[in-house]
């Protein structure tokens, strides 16, 4: 017990530096001014590699070891074990040189990422994110992999994942998905007129608050603020954060984006306090945190008893623009199935499509079969393929998401992972309460 005890405050010092890391993070997304960049990499590299030199030191990991030897362990203590061991295996393999350049190239990567993204200008992009590729190639062979660089990426974000399994999913949801596709294109087109037309930005805010407080993300434990790409953080169960984007003649975007972050950010505050500073305090499966999150975007935010109880709500927080509109009119806008270019605008039914493409290009830049400076066509080439749509410029094509500009490979496929898993949670949750799906 004693050593348990002892590895705890070990661990607690890795856990508050990553943290920390974590809140200058969420201030480069959300406040920091242009200039900050440098101060912030380096800032961000010396905590990353503080932290990291924490956990590989002799002293944790005879802390570790002397733990795992004790008998008197509960459930939960040795489940902590397990994650421990498994990430202090992990990370002990990687140089504190190759984690400090990784913070830096994320930072610096992030910000030429929003400036060409701004001005559709891949070329600017392509250097930084060289260095990211390379580095996260050296990551995934300081880790170990049997031959397959992706592997060891992936298991940073789901443990025991393996590519191949990765691939069959993805074949398994094509097969169903292409045809389902083209059958819904030839029904007549869903109108989605009511999204789309100008409405005020600070009551599609509120709309978006009023729905995440009906869910029960704790506003005491949580705030919202807005980012060019929406996402969630969190300090702890106490302090989860989210942000959303909101177009001015788009509804969805800000909207089921909001949703969407509360769902991860609702997940965290369900983390036990008392494990904060430890692995327990962590989520181990990136699909499982994704899962939550589509689940409260689509499974609720898209479902006919949602609009019922809900268009009321969007009409005080929107007066006088959507007075003549019906519940059947908002369930039928939010679920428009139409091939687009941006994954995160994306139906339910061509959105794996999205994620299946950038799976396929992330093997291909980590083994080197595809050349950098072919990704901006493979893209456009693969979204013809799968959707039959082409990207005009490479801010609709390759810049669109943020991922990569800060070094993150392997992260894609857990949002069809989180799909398929919300789509289970949901299906049980029918049979166990009784067609939650019908109550209006
Ligand atoms: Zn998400």
């Known amino acids: 017990?004693?050593?348990?005890?002892?590895?705890?405050?070990?661990?607690?010092?890795?856990?508050?530096?990553?943290?920390?890391?974590?809140?200058?993070?969420w201030d480069q997304l959300v406040h920091m001014p242009a200039g900050g960049v440098a101060a912030r990499g380096e800032q961000l590299g010396t905590l990353r590699r503080l932290a990291h030199e924490r956990l590989t030191c002799?002293?944790?990991?005879?802390?570790?070891?002397?733990?795992?030897?004790?008998?008197?362990?509960?459930?939960?203590?040795?489940?902590y074990l397990r994650v421990a061991r498994r990430v202090h295996d992990r990370e002990a393999k990687v140089p504190a040189r190759l984690v400090e350049e990784m913070a830096k190239a994320s930072t610096d990567g992030y910000v030429a990422w929003v400036q060409a993204r701004e001005q559709a200008d891949f070329a600017s992009f392509a250097p930084v994110l060289r260095r990211l590729i390379h580095l996260s190639g050296s990551y995934a062979d300081a880790v170990g992999h049997a031959g397959q660089r992706y592997d060891a990426l992936l298991g940073v974000h789901e443990p025991g994942l393996r590519t191949d399994r990765i691939r069959q999913m993805f074949a398994e949801l094509r097969t169903a998905l292409v045809p389902l596709i083209a059958q819904i294109a030839e029904r007549p087109p869903l109108s989605a007129a009511l999204f789309h037309q100008p409405l005020d930005e600070a009551g599609q805010w509120r709309a978006g608050e009023r729905a995440i407080t009906a869910f029960g993300y704790d506003w005491r434990r949580g705030r919202?603020?807005?980012?060019?790409?929406?996402?969630?953080?969190?300090?702890?169960?106490?302090?989860?954060?989210?942000?959303?984007?909101?177009?001015?003649?788009?509804?969805?975007?800000?909207?089921f984006a909001t949703l969407h972050e509360a769902g991860h950010a609702m997940y965290e505050q369900g983390l036990p306090e008392a494990w904060r500073r430890g692995p327990l305090g962590q989520a181990s499966s990136t699909g499982v945190h994704e899962s939550q999150s589509r689940l409260w975007e689509n499974a609720v935010g898209r479902s006919r008893p949602f609009w019922e109880h809900f268009l009321p709500i969007v009409r005080e927080c929107l007066p006088g623009d959507w007075q003549g509109a019906s519940p059947e009119a908002a369930y039928r806008a939010a679920n428009v199935v139409r091939p687009g270019l941006i994954r995160v605008e994306a139906d339910e039914v061509t959105y794996n499509l999205h994620v299946a493409l950038r799976f396929e290009l992330e093997l291909g830049l980590l083994s080197g079969d595809l050349p950098l400076d072919h990704l901006p066509a493979a893209w456009n080439d693969g979204m013809a393929v799968a959707l039959g749509v082409r990207p005009g410029t490479d801010r609709d094509g390759c810049l669109q998401d943020v991922h990569w500009s800060g070094g993150s490979f392997g992260y894609f496929p857990s949002y069809t992972l989180g799909n398929v898993l919300a789509a289970q949670w949901m299906s049980q949750a029918d049979q166990a309460l009784g067609s939650v799906q019908r109550i209006g």
């Open 1 to 25: 017990m004693a050593a348990f005890d002892r590895l705890v405050a070990l661990w607690s010092d890795v856990a508050d530096l990553e943290r920390a890391a974590a809140v200058l993070e």
């Open 58 to 79: 002799a002293e944790l990991a005879q802390a570790l070891a002397a733990a795992e030897a004790s008998s008197d362990l509960d459930e939960l203590q040795r489940a």
């Open 224 to 255: 919202q603020d807005r980012s060019v790409h929406p996402f969630s953080t969190s300090f702890g169960p106490g302090d989860c954060r989210i942000t959303t984007r909101l177009q001015r003649d788009d509804f969805g975007v800000g909207f």
